[in-house]
């Protein structure tokens, strides 16, 4: 593969407009709810009562005669999967999809779905769900971790073994180097520390969406939000038996998903729908019911020991990560257990996670998911270390840096290695240099804090088309659902390559009828895939454009290179020819073979992790508990910055979502087990005014392995923040947070048993 | 129930519609006239999607009646650009890549015209504060607060 280095471009690194920009600041831009369809009816879903209940039965016949009422569905329409055999896809298992998607034998927490009813209106379709009677059997139910693990808990489901017995354990993950034992034994200094992290929701500004048209030629066509149109139709097509032929999924812009839309919800439901009544079918969530009843991340209880020699090198690490899956498995182990210590060179590690079911909604992913849990036990023990020992922290994490060719605890061996340059970015960096005054006035305490952060990055299924218009433009067609400005890397892709104007390229994304398999967007490897297949096609039309190009000059193809948007001559010897730009090829096309344009599909390779370190000021108000965020500054290496705007913005976004994990964002509960804080307002994610300017300073490493050296950016960045801050608020307070979020009144009640104990 | 009728001028045009009495005036333009470029985000007040202008004054859609509209004038994200030309936030939205999924987006860009039209020389906190009511999940914020300022000089110097 030819890698491009940075000075010889044009448009790779340039901060193009947005191919998709226009539609999005004009209101053009259709996302899932803004789909409407002649005839179109509206579904709405019955939701559980009760947190835990046993569904004895279901009386759909009020709801079926209320006039205006097309259609009720319940689980007995959605495909079973027996808990017996695990059918997967992908990460999912569908046994747990099928139960998820609509209550099967148990309601397992508040706002599971009973069943579903669509109406020519969204409020008889409401009404409707009212007249459907249930009837329950509530059983005990169960929230927190420390309870659902307890000997004596109500088990929610007998089928679920650890150490064979029936448990809420539902799985246990293990990443293993060296002897742990031995390791400990070897350190000079030890330090072990518990830690406990909230559930926190995704938090996407678009709930989930979708119109579903079902024909009766059997043919269906679903219009939603997701992370993956083609995981929308398999999913779909498994829960509803309707093959994956005859469904095509349109993916809508979609408004934000970090994670959470590489599950479905609704697009079964609305299909099943659409097929009992014979109309297309619309259904929306309310914000509600997308904080009741989709994934949060897990929440978290995690012990970290780690065992150091007094220089500061780091011999043993140990973390034990007990993860929140919600109602059914599913927590993500392998993001604690995997990146917690990936980052360092250690050489003894035992890293173990369990997967703990509760009455929650099940979980989904959410930006590197489970890996900022586990940093901010390791950075926060990392942080204890450093000042036991005397050392700096980003020193400490400096010296202990993993290395290329080194093998981690979770089996892979690094490629690459560039841990340490982040860190060195941080320590050089004016932000790190700067005093900064402790106590500016009286009960206001300022400190500052560091930490770093891993993700894997990822490749997987790709595929993409480039075609050359009549008229001499560029169309790329891609399968990925444009979360955060993938068309714009795109298209400074293609323009590059191609060496045509920016705005010459159209960048679209396909539906599954007009496109390869592509997997989801998420891992960050969207545009390290996409680039890699867009790259790949653009090649094979250059060849075809030097075919052309040859055939009009009747040389050998051989004898043509491809420079600057046009065919010419290799050399003196090849002839003496004017150049063919592009556009003259395809304005030529008919007559030299055909329509010029080609596609590739492939299972990409190569990826490279991400390594982030981070620096943070912030300021308590001692008498209100208030946490504010002065000066943030985060350092990545990400490979190559295709459009460095939209990969600072993953950055700054990352970042922020991290500070609201940190300080105010958690799941509440009442004593019933129902979700207390359903909304915008109490569920409280950050504000404009509650942030400063978040810095993103973006270090370039190519990733040797990919035509432009990306490695991939949207996860990293939520990895660091949740133990920065928290070493920070410890250094203005020399207290130290061991749960989040730092809200409010956990600051005021640690800092009145600081007062207690003084 | 029988359904009302309202009179109202949206982004100039004068406009009537039928709706029923319960409806939110965000539901009566996404639905019943089309205009799906207000977002319903929450439909509590709480994430600014649904932001609009009433008589010029900054609004959540999503809290008024649609009925409540009669006789009165609404301005949406749908007349913001002057024919093929962007209002100057939009353009430098684009410039500056002030919007990564775009959800917010439109409701974003109202908050922020409306918010210059009262203040056209804010500081950092002053856009900080102004656009506070619309949540962003994607950005961080930091390119949108750019973005808003760096609008408002080139708006000052064109003005001047
Ligand atoms: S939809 Fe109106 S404020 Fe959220
Ligand atoms: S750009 Fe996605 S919510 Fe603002």
């Known amino acids: 593969m030819n890698v491009i280095t940075p000075t010889e471009n044009k448009w790779i690194g340039a901060r193009t407009v947005r191919p998709d920009g226009a539609d999005k600041v004009t209101g053009r831009a259709a996302y899932a709810a803004d789909t409407t369809m002649p005839g179109m009816i509206w579904g709405k879903v019955l939701r559980s009562p009760h947190a835990h209940a046993i569904i004895k039965s279901i009386d ?102 650890h150490e064979g017995k029936p448990s809420n354990i539902a799985g246990t993950m293990v990443a293993k180097l060296g002897d742990i034992e031995q390791g400990f034994a070897e350190a000079d200094v030890v330090i072990e520390r518990t830690f406990r992290t909230r559930p926190v929701h995704q938090g996407y500004i678009e709930p989930q969406a979708c119109t579903v048209s079902y024909a009766p030629d059997g043919r269906a066509t679903i219009w939603s939000s997701s992370q993956g149109q083609f995981m929308v139709r398999a999913m779909t097509s ?8 005859n469904i095509r999924a349109i993916p809508a812009e979609i408004g934000g998903g970090f994670g959470a839309k590489t599950i479905i919800y609704l697009e079964p439901v609305a299909l099943l729908l659409s097929k009992k009544s014979g109309r297309p079918v619309k259904m929306v969530m309310s914000r509600d019911e997308v904080m009741r009843a989709t994934g949060p991340t897990s929440g978290s209880f995690s012990t970290v020991k780690i065992g150091a020699k007094k220089d500061g090198t780091i011999v043993a690490a140990q973390g034990t990560f007990y993860l929140q899956a919600g109602c059914l498995p599913g927590s993500p182990l392998r993001g604690p257990v995997g990146c917690s210590f990936a980052p360092y060179a250690i050489p003894h590690v035992l890293s173990v996670g369990y997967d703990v079911v509760s009455n929650r909604s099940k979980v989904a992913a959410y930006r590197a998911p489970g890996a900022p849990l586990g940093a901010y036990a390791t950075e926060c023990v990392l942080d204890e270390l450093a000042e036991k020992l005397g050392i700096d922290p980003l020193e400490l994490r400096h010296r202990n840096s993993a290395k290329t060719g080194m093998k981690a605890a979770y089996g892979a061996t690094f490629n690459q290695v560039t841990f340490e340059e982040t860190i060195e970015a941080i320590q050089n960096h004016e932000h790190y240099k700067s005093p900064l005054e402790k106590n500016p006035r009286p009960g206001i305490k ?111 193809p051989e004898a043509v290179i491809y420079e600057n948007g046009a065919c010419r001559p290799a050399g003196p010897n090849a002839g003496q020819f004017p150049p063919l730009a592009l556009k003259d090829l395809a304005a030529k096309a008919n007559e030299t073979g055909g329509p010029i344009g080609a596609g590739v599909q492939l299972n990409t390779q190569g990826a490279d992790p991400g390594f982030a370190t981070h620096v943070v000021d912030v300021e308590v108000d001692v008498d209100l508990g208030i946490v504010r965020v002065l000066r943030y500054t985060a350092a990545q290496d990400v490979g190559r910055a295709l459009h460095p705007s939209y990969v600072e913005g993953q950055i700054q976004g990352g970042v922020v979502q991290g500070i609201g994990w940190a300080l105010s964002e958690e799941y509440l509960y009442d004593r019933q087990g129902r979700l207390d804080n359903a909304n915008f307002l109490d569920y409280r994610m950050p504000v404009c005014s509650d942030v400063p300017m978040i810095e993103a300073v973006v270090l370039e490493i190519p990733n040797p392995r990919h035509p432009q050296g990306v490695k991939g950016v949207g996860e990293a960045p939520i990895v660091p923040p949740l133990a920065a801050i928290a070493n920070a608020v410890y250094d203005a307070l020399g207290r130290r947070f061991y749960s989040l979020p730092m809200s409010p009144p956990k600051v005021t009640e640690v800092m009145d048993m600081k007062l207690a104990a003084e | 129930m029988a359904k009302v009728h309202v009179t109202t001028t949206i982004n100039g045009e004068p406009t009537e519609f039928l709706c029923e009495p319960q409806q939110s005036l965000l539901d ?20 600014g999607a649904c932001s609009i202008t009433l008589d010029g004054r900054l609004t959540c859609s999503c809290l008024v009646l649609a009925v409540e509209a009669d006789g009165h004038s609404i301005g949406t994200i749908e007349g913001m650009a002057q024919g093929d030309k962007l209002h100057p936030l939009q353009r430098k939205f684009l410039e500056m890549a002030a919007l990564q999924c775009g959800i917010c987006t439109p409701g974003v860009l109202i908050a922020a015209r409306a918010l210059l039209e009262k203040n056209p020389n804010p500081t950092e906190t002053e856009v900080r504060f102004g656009l506070a009511g619309n949540l962003c999940r994607c950005t961080g914020y930091d390119k949108i607060v750019r973005a808003v300022m760096d609008t408002a000089a080139e708006m000052r110097e064109t003005a001047s």
């Open chain 1, 238 to 245: 498994l829960l509803t038996g309707v093959p994956q032929s």
């Open chain 2, 28 to 47: 009566a333009l996404r639905n019943n006239l089309g205009l799906t470029g207000t977002k319903e985000g929450c439909g509590t007040g709480d994430c």
């Open chain 1, 446 to 556: 300022r400190g500052r804090g560091v930490a770093s952060g891993f993700w894997y990055n990822a490749g997987g299924e790709s595929s993409a088309q480039v075609n050359l218009t009549e008229d001499g433009n560029v169309v790329v067609t891609t399968g990925h659902p444009d979360v955060g400005g993938s068309r714009a890397s795109i298209a400074n892709v293609t323009a590059e390559l191609l060496g045509v104007e920016h705005d010459r390229v159209s960048v679209i994304i396909g539906d599954t009828a007009s496109i390869g398999f592509s997997n989801l967007t998420g891992g960050s490897r969207v545009t390290f895939a996409s680039a890699m297949v867009v790259t790949q096609s653009v090649e094979k039309v250059i060849g075809q454009l030097k075919e052309r190009a040859a055939k009009i000059w009747k040389i050998d």
């Open chain 1, 60 to 161: 759909t016949s009020k709801a079926e005669a209320l006039p205006g009422v097309k259609a009720v569905v319940t689980a007995k329409d959605i495909v079973d999967f027996p808990v017996d055999k695990s059918v997967m896809l992908g990460i999912q298992d569908m046994r747990w999809m099928c139960r998820n998607v609509m209550a099967r034998e148990k309601a397992l927490f508040h706002g599971h779905p009973i069943a579903a009813v669509a109406a020519t209106t969204e409020a008889t379709a409401a009404e409707a769900c009212k007249l459907i009677e249930v009837e329950y059997e509530v059983l005990p139910h169960v929230i927190e971790i420390e309870d659902a693990i307890k000997p004596d808990a109500p088990i929610l489901h007998d089928f679920l073994k």
